[in-house]
C-alpha cells in the first residue's frame, strides 16, 4: 500500500528543492520525492513575503512542517510568528549562522519552544521526511483542491491531496461550496494511473460535469451533505499572536484563512470567549475547523492576527 505525506517548507528558501524535484509552479512551489511507495510532496510559500496568503496556505496543506532558520530576518521572523499559530507539526532547522541562545530567545514562550530541532543537513533531513506520513482520516471522502487546469481530450482536472477517507473513480462528490455535482472520471497519484487514492496521498483528478475555469483553490471534493456552506462564521475566543501590532478587533476589515480558501471579510464581535466573522462570499466549512484571521495591510510586524475555532 502506498502513502503519502505532505511537508511545508517555510522560513529560509532553497531547502525544498535539494529534497525533491520540481512540480507545480505558482504562488506556491511543489516538489516531490517518491521513494520505496512513500511519496512526499514539499510546499514552499514561493511569493511569501511579498503576499502573506501563500504562508498561510502551505501551511495550511501541510501534514507536517519544516520551519528553516538560516539567520533570524524579518520575513522569517513573520514566519515563526505564523507557524507559531498554526496546529501543524513543526521541526526547526537551524542554519549555522544562528546561534543556540538567539534561538531560544525567538521561540520562548510560544509552542516552537519545546518543537524538535536539527541541523541544516540535507542528508539527514531527506530520511526524516521519508519516515513521516499523514494521519489516516476516515470517513467521507475529503479533497481540497489547491490548483486545477484544462487539459486536452482530458476536460478540467484538480490536483489536492485526500485528507479524509478513500477517493475512488467514479465517485460522484460535490464541489463544496459551490452546489455543483461532479464525477471523477479518472485519477492519478504523482502521475500514476489509479482506481482509488488514500487519506494522505496527492491526486490528479479528471473530473465530470464542471469546466476548469470554475474551479479554484480553497473548493473540496466531498460527498453531498458532508459539509457546510455558510458566510458568518461563529467560534470561540480570538487566540491573538503575541507579535501582532494591530488593532484588528470589532468592526475590523480582515482575511480570513479557512484550510486553503483565503477571503476577504469583517470582524462583527470580538469578545473574550466568542467570535463572530462574516466572509464577503459564502465558505465551505465544517465543526471544529480553525479560522487565521490575518491583516494584509498592518504597517509593521507580522500580518497575523490570531486564530479561532468554529463551533
Not at 498554526?86 to 532547522?93: F, G, L, Q, S
Not at 487566540?239 to 486553503?260: E, K, P, S
Request: proline letters at 7%; glycine letters at 10%.
Amino acid at each position: 500500500m502506498t502513502t503519502g505525506v505532505t511537508v511545508a517548507v517555510v522560513g529560509g528558501t532553497g531547502v525544498a528543492k535539494e529534497l525533491g524535484k520540481k512540480g507545480t509552479t505558482s504562488d506556491l512551489t511543489l516538489f516531490n520525492e517518491v521513494h520505496d511507495e512513500h511519496a512526499v510532496t514539499l510546499v514552499e510559500p514561493t511569493q511569501f513575503p511579498e503576499k502573506f496568503p501563500p504562508l498561510v496556505t502551505a501551511l495550511a496543506m501541510a501534514d507536517r512542517a519544516l520551519l528553516v532558520v538560516p539567520e533570524l530576518t524579518r520575513p522569517v521572523a513573520e514566519t515563526i510568528a505564523t507557524t507559531e499559530m498554526v496546529d501543524v507539526p513543526t521541526t526547526v532547522v537551524t542554519g549555522a549562522a544562528v546561534g543556540e541562545a538567539e534561538l531560544a530567545r525567538a521561540l520562548r514562550g510560544g509552542r516552537l519552544e519545546s518543537a524538535e530541532r536539527r541541523p541544516l543537513d540535507l542528508p539527514h533531513l531527506r530520511e526524516l521526511i521519508e519516515s513521516w506520513k499523514a494521519p489516516a482520516l476516515e470517513g467521507p471522502v475529503e479533497v481540497p483542491i489547491d490548483h486545477a487546469f484544462p487539459v486536452k481530450g482530458v476536460g478540467a482536472v484538480a490536483l489536492g491531496v485526500v485528507r479524509r477517507g478513500t477517493l475512488r473513480a467514479h465517485d460522484k462528490l460535490r464541489l463544496w461550496p459551490t452546489p455543483k455535482l461532479v464525477e471523477v472520471r479518472s485519477l492519478q497519484v504523482h502521475d500514476i494511473d489509479r482506481k482509488d487514492a488514500a487519506c494522505g496521498e496527492r491526486v490528479g483528478v479528471a473530473l465530470r460535469g464542471v469546466e476548469a475555469d470554475e474551479l479554484e483553490r480553497g473548493q473540496v471534493l466531498a460527498p453531498e451533505g458532508a459539509m457546510r456552506v455558510a458566510a458568518r462564521l461563529e467560534g470561540g475566543e480570538l487566540a491573538r499572536c503575541r507579535y501582532y501590532r494591530g488593532d484588528a478587533g470589532t468592526g475590523a476589515r480582515v482575511h480570513l484563512g479557512l484550510g486553503l480558501q483565503m477571503v476577504p471579510g469583517s470582524l462583527d464581535e470580538v469578545g473574550p470567549d466568542r467570535v463572530v466573522a462574516t466572509t464577503d462570499r459564502p465558505v465551505v466549512s465544517a465543526p471544529g475547523t480553525a479560522v487565521i484571521v490575518m491583516d494584509l495591510s498592518v504597517p509593521a510586524g507580522p500580518r497575523i492576527v490570531g486564530r479561532f475555532t468554529l463551533a
